[in-house]
């Protein structure tokens, strides 16, 4: 009985133990099938050393998926952000930003985000913070739209620079954020399928193109004429490409709850067109490639063709960018040299705006998928452009012609040729490759 009454209270020891474990283990599981749940969908492949990603569901599960795939990646990003940043402006500052933007960011974006967030396993705050220093930092970029006579088929061509600082660098690994490129294949549960060439924690870079044949680009333009009370372009540009049909519809996305000053390149596959929309928090212009404002001098039109780089040229809205509007000349020239006094670096934005246009005027009327990217990284390796490759060099760290990535779509096909930076090599200096939007969005997960 002696040893009976023992095991038996050895065994009602041990209960709350098993039990524990029990619970435990159920627990875990359900994390596993819950986890499993939200990567339903999500999944990465390569295709010529490109990492692909692609996110299905509702946008808290395709934010969780982002995050949980590119994990590491995600973390580097978004500590090379934060640490870019906080040379120029403190964190608690880009909070407030972001707190002051965040009532006119839709809730399906902000769950996005905390998906990406869970996912990686980093704060909310930490990427709502990145954002806001994307948004305040000064960088580059480039965009054409191109189509009827200016083309080789009639089609559109679209094309996109992204460019920022080739310096912005994770502190704990050393890895610079360039690296951590990716093409994002969208397919949201509600709205539209869209590519986006992207980095690791964003949900795009400033543009790509949606299964409607809508794409579009964006430019930062500073002016002092803006307000954090609207909506970061960051979410509007994800509007478009979830939700526009037309380019009427991208338009009105753009210019609703407007914040800083930017230009768009807005296209359409059919009928074919392009325009352009530049913004302050108080001015819009909408144009298109036979309008006045286009060949108001120094600058220049192109039949069917319109284009922008980080210049405003209407003219009022030019004035709240630049107290003379022609950016050229040994003024312009003088101004660039003082830039620290001056704010003003016009003069070498527009050796870029020039350098890509005479590449456009070379290929008129035979531009193509192929054409087109070949104008935009001819006039950004600036080979007739001594002063641009001068200012290349000597702008390095500072985002001026510093491309991260460089694409050309023909929305109306979804065929995408795209270029990725390197370690030590920008956009224009790297091998390109093709996708087409359709094919991806039919690619099986293996």
């Not at 709205?191 to 986006?196: I, K, P, T």
């Not at 380019?247 to 807005?266: L, S």
Request: hydrophobic share 35%; net charge negative.
């Amino acid at each position: 009985m002696r040893n009976i009454l023992v095991i038996f209270i050895c065994l009602l020891l041990t209960l709350p133990i098993t039990q524990a474990n029990y619970l435990n283990t159920t627990q875990t599981e359900k994390q596993s099938s819950s986890r499993a749940a939200l990567l339903n969908g999500g999944w990465l492949e390569e295709r010529e050393n490109v990492t692909i990603l692609h996110v299905n569901g509702s946008n808290y599960q395709m934010g969780y998926q982002h995050g949980y795939l590119l994990q590491e990646k995600v973390q580097e990003n978004i500590r090379a952000f934060l640490d870019f940043a906080n040379t120029s402006i403190s964190y608690d500052a880009l909070l407030a930003m972001w707190d002051t933007m965040n009532v006119y960011v839709p809730q399906e974006y902000k769950d996005e985000l905390q998906g990406i967030a869970d996912g990686a396993n980093i704060s909310f705050n930490d990427i709502a913070v990145s954002i806001a220093a994307i948004e305040y930092a000064d960088h580059g970029c480039y965009g054409i739209a191109a189509w009827g006579p200016a083309t080789i088929d009639g089609k559109l061509y679209h094309a996109r620079s992204f460019d920022l600082p080739s310096t912005i660098q994770d502190p704990v690994t050393g890895r610079y954020a360039h690296n951590n490129t990716v093409l994002v294949v969208r397919k949201p549960t509600n709205g539209s399928a869209s590519l986006c060439p992207s980095i690791a924690g964003s949900f795009h870079t400033g543009g790509g193109i949606n299964e409607h044949g809508i794409a579009l680009g964006i430019q930062i333009c500073w002016s002092k004429d803006q307000t954090f009370q609207g909506n970061p372009y960051h979410f509007r540009v994800q509007q478009v490409l979830d939700y526009a049909t037309t380019a009427e519809d991208a338009i009105n996305i753009v210019n609703t709850n407007r914040t800083h000053g930017f230009n768009f390149i807005i296209s359409q596959a059919s009928p074919p067109e392009g325009f352009i929309v530049e913004q302050t928090a108080n001015h819009t212009y909408v144009g298109t490639y036979n309008d006045s404002v286009e060949s108001k001098h120094p600058f220049w039109g192109f039949d069917h063709v319109v284009r922008r780089t980080n210049v405003f040229l209407e003219t009022t809205i030019a004035e709240t960018q630049r107290k003379r509007y022609d950016p050229t000349g040994f003024i312009g020239f003088l101004n660039l040299l003082l830039y620290k006094k001056t704010n003003c670096p016009f003069f070498a934005v527009y050796q870029l705006y020039s350098s890509v246009s005479n590449e456009i005027n070379t290929s008129w009327g035979t531009m193509d998928l192929n054409g087109t990217m070949q104008a935009l990284q001819n006039g950004y390796r600036a080979d007739h452009n001594f002063l641009l490759r001068l200012i290349e060099i000597l702008g390095k760290g500072t985002g001026m012609a510093e491309a991260w990535n460089q694409w050309t779509a023909c929305p109306d096909t979804g065929d995408m040729v795209v270029s990725f930076a390197t370690h030590d090599q920008m956009a224009f200096k790297t091998e390109p490759h093709y996708f087409n939007l359709y094919d991806l969005l039919d690619a099986k997960q293996p």
